[in-house]
């Protein structure tokens, strides 16, 4: 089974500054990872995804995250914030399977400070 | 692009009452599934379908039941709905045969019981 820890459920950030949202995982199987944005009054949407590869993955609006398989971690970061990624960020995990179920982490919301 | 919609983004209904929450997808997925999502409980699975009228429990099945008679819809019902189950409750797709685990959200019903 699977597991995703997400270590904060809130992170505030003056704007254009860095961010990193972190993010842990368990599993005894090989997995893929996600990263999810959900905007207010929205459902989600993916940012990026590790399937297999290149342990640096790169996604949509500027954001990235690298696995890390001995630290079974797959941090989100983004070089300089824009009041526009206000959000709510969810890291998920699956194993390949038949049934595609992910599990996602609670959630950590980004705060953007003017 | 693939498109998921939720028939309702809010609706209110009385404790008692039998709910139909709606989630029709146009990109011919095998895989749907309905999640609630709570404030600091992040998504949890209800059920999930890989297949017309197949249908699998997922975390949180209790007082819910799905229906699936066309591959483009897939139906949530609360057979009498409760105050505890007031929440946002999210559609998702998926399909085996383009990227793995991905999967598709619509924008969300937002149901309140009173």
């Known amino acids: 089974a699977q597991s995703v820890t997400q270590l904060d459920s809130q992170v505030p950030v003056f704007e254009e500054a860095p961010v990193e949202l972190r993010c842990n995982y368990s599993?005894?199987?090989?997995?893929?990872l996600f990263w999810y944005v959900q905007y207010p009054n929205q459902g989600l949407q993916l940012l990026l995804k590790?399937?297999?590869?290149?342990?640096l993955v790169k996604g949509i609006n500027g954001f990235e995250a690298e696995f890390n398989k001995s630290q079974t971690s797959f941090h989100l970061r983004k070089p300089s914030v824009h009041i526009s990624d206000t959000a709510e960020y969810f890291c998920?995990?699956?194993?390949?399977?038949?049934?595609?179920?992910?599990?996602f982490g609670k959630g950590t919301r980004l705060h953007i400070l003017p | 692009d693939v498109k998921v919609t939720q028939s309702s983004r809010y609706l209110v209904k009385r404790t008692g009452e039998k709910v139909f929450l709606e989630c029709v997808q146009d990109?011919?997925?095998?895989?749907m599934f309905w999640y609630r999502q709570d404030p600091g409980l992040g998504l949890r699975l209800i059920y999930f379908?890989?297949?017309?009228?197949?249908?699998e429990k997922g975390d949180i099945p209790e007082g819910y039941s799905v229906s699936r008679e066309k591959k483009e819809r897939f139906s949530l019902i609360l057979e009498s709905a409760s105050t505890n189950q007031t929440s946002m409750y999210l559609c998702?797709?998926?399909?085996?045969?383009?990227?793995?685990?991905?999967?598709?959200f619509g924008a969300g019903t937002r149901l309140s019981v009173l």
């Open positions: 599993s005894s199987v090989s997995v893929y």
């Open positions: 590790y399937l297999s590869g290149s342990t």
């Open positions: 998920a995990v699956s194993a390949p399977s038949r049934d595609d179920k992910i599990i």
């Open positions: 379908s890989y297949d017309v009228k197949m249908k």
């Open positions: 990109m011919d997925h095998e895989n």
């Open positions: 998702a797709t998926s399909t085996l045969r383009l990227a793995k685990n991905i999967q598709y």
